[in-house]
Every structure is written in C-alpha cells, then in structure tokens.
C-alpha cells in the first residue's frame, strides 16, 4: 500500500535507542508489533479487568480482547487514510500494557499509595515496561522499540507538556511528569510538548471506538441496562430503531449485535470522514507536520463527540458506579493495599528474580518503585491469589 506523505514512513523512521540490524523481511514497525505481542506484559493482559474482574465471566471482554479490538480499528481507520498500518497497530497493542491488576481500581489504588514515591501511571507504566522491565534481550532491556513507537505510547492521549497539553495523561508543569516517563524522555526525547504521530491518534480514537462499544455490549450481558434503556440515548436509540424496521421480531440476542455493529460503525465512519476533511484542509505533507498541529488532526466531530459524552455518563452512572461493580471496587482495592505495603516492608517475599533489583534501590523510593513494578505486573487471579496466600493466611 501506498503511503501517505503525512504517515510515518519506515525508511525514515528515527531508529532506535541501541542500534540494530534492519530485519530482512519486516519493517522496524513490523518488528515492533511482533515485540509486543511476544513481551511477557502482552500475555498478562489477558488476565486482567477491562470492567469486570477476570474471572467473573468468561464473555467479558478482558484487558487482552480490549486491546486486540483496539487494534483491529487501529488497522481500519489507518489503512483507509493512508497511514502506516503496522505503526498504528503497535501502539494500539502495547497502549495498556501499564495497567496493573483490577484496572483503573488498581490504578487508583497504587496512585493513592505511590504518592510519597512520585506516583502511577498506567500511561508512564507502559513506557517503563518496554524500555526496561522486558528483561528478554542478549544487548538491551526492554523491546528496543522504535522512536515512533515509543513516541505513539508516550502520548497517543495528546502532548504531555506545553501549551498544548491535553488528556488524563498530561500535566501543566513538566517536573510533575510521570518519574517512569520522565526518565525515558531524558534519554530518548521523545518531543512530549508536540501531538503524537497521526498513526498513534488513531491509536487512541481506536481505544474510544472500542470501549465505547463493548461496555454497552458487556453492560447488557451483566444485566445493569436493558435495550429499552439505550432506546433513549443517541446513537444507540436510532441503531436499535433501524434494527427494528429492517428485522422486525429478530431474536433479541441477534437484535443486541446488529445494533451494537451499527454503533461501531457510526463511530469509525465518523473518524474516517472529520479525518478526510481537516487532512484535505490543511494538506500536511509530513508527519511532523501532523505533530506540529494545534490539535489532533483524527478525532470525531463535534455532534457525535457529545452524543458519546451522553453514552459515557450514561455508562458511569449505570455500569461503572453499579452497585455490583463498586462492591467489587472495594474489595479489590482492599487487595492492592493490603499487598503494597507488605511488599515494601518485606520485600524479601518478591520471587527471587526481584532479588537482584532489590539490592540496588539506594532508598525508600527506589525500593517502593521495584515494588510497585511487581504489584503493577500483577494479573487479576495472581493478585487473588497472593492475597489468599499471604494476607488471608496471617490473619487466620
């Protein structure tokens, strides 16, 4: 396929931090992709919450099928503007690799806890999983990924820094950045102050695309809504309303799945078309240009933007508040705090691969970091079950 001028190209591409030999049948981006999906971090995924704890049910999307449908809009929206298909890819595959156990509970729960010690990041998390916790490499830590890559990673949400700082992950002033990402960016600057590549916005419009859509599909499956309820909301009601007139009486499993497929594809044409339009506009002709914007030049317009600002409130108000949902919340976050702090002060009961880190940490903060990357690299069911083994069995 041919490449656009404003996609990144891989012959150009800024390399990376140690140098390597070009492989003779992929692409650096290509390799970059295969890298992720062969890390350890990419495997754990799939034992992690998406909104439901892992083992609550064998239908939910975990954190692992998220990303895989992440992914796979990734590809679609890339692919139809011309932009590097294997770079979008990658960065939607390796985006939530920094989530800890539990999800966003885990990750208010270690923020919470890491607060004397410089904070969590998922966001920042990923950048230190790939740059050094991937310990698999004969000359290097982490994946050696490509600058793009690492870039796509750092700020797929928008600039970190700068006058143009957006997102969950930014921060007004850039010696408040994330310790995990600051440390990389003193190595490999990876020009936090711009927009990420048009390859990695997609990336992160993909993210929304699909939690958007399979929260009201895992939503409906828990019973915390019904299809009467997304009759009322825009977007989903007019959905159903066209299922009902092309398919009258159609079996309501099949009814859900038509309507939902619909959504998702109001959201991706919707993406494709704001995306045609501003890159007609403005007529970037590389991929620093794109970076250089003002704004993200892929994202949804304004009328669908807040139709899905409805579907969202509407989802935190009856899926992620539930009343199943936060008792569960609560009990999990009981875990994570109860698991931290005795890692911290016994760290001798890390396995004894974290032995060695261990005895490097000159201080308390060090020492909480090495701690928080094994807590963070947690699976939901490993999580459990050291809590089983270690919390529960000294209390009784």
Known sequence: MTLAPYACHPETSRGRLFPETMSTFRSPFQRD???????????????????????EGD?????LTHTIEVAQVARTIAGTLGLNVELAEAVALA???GHPPFGHTGEDALHELMAPYGGFDHNAQAIRIVTRLERHYADFDGLNLTWETLEGIAKHNGPVIGPNAQGSHSVADPAD??????????????????????????AAVADDVAYNHHDLHDGL??????????????????????????????????????????????MVEDVIAVARNRLEASQPQSAQEIREMEGPII??????YQNLKAIKSFLFTRMYRAPSVVRERQRVTAMVKDLFPLFLEEPSLLPDEWH???????????????????VAGMTDRFAIQEHERLCRAGAA
């Open 95 to 97: 985006h939530d690799l």
């Open 356 to 374: 060695a880190d261990i005895a490097r940490a000159q201080d308390r903060t060090e020492l909480a970091r090495v701690v928080l990357d094994y």
């Open 33 to 55: 992709r295969d890298r992720i999906i062969h890390s350890s971090a990419f495997r754990r995924l799939k034992h992690k919450t998406q909104v439901f704890v892992e083992h």
């Open 221 to 266: 499956r828990a019973g915390l809504f019904s299809e009467a309820d997304l009759m009322e909301l825009p977007v989903t009601g007019p959905a159903f309303e066209e299922v009902d007139r092309l398919y009258p009486g159609l079996d309501p499993s099949r009814r859900r799945h038509e309507a939902l497929r619909r959504v998702f594809g109001v």
């Open 177 to 202: 950045m994330p310790y995990a990402l600051a440390e990389v960016n003193a190595q490999y600057d990876l020009e936090l102050h711009t927009h990420a590549s048009a390859e990695a916005q997609v």
């Open 59 to 63: 239908y939910y999307r975990t954190r």
């Open 299 to 304: 994202r949804f317009s304004k009328p669908l």
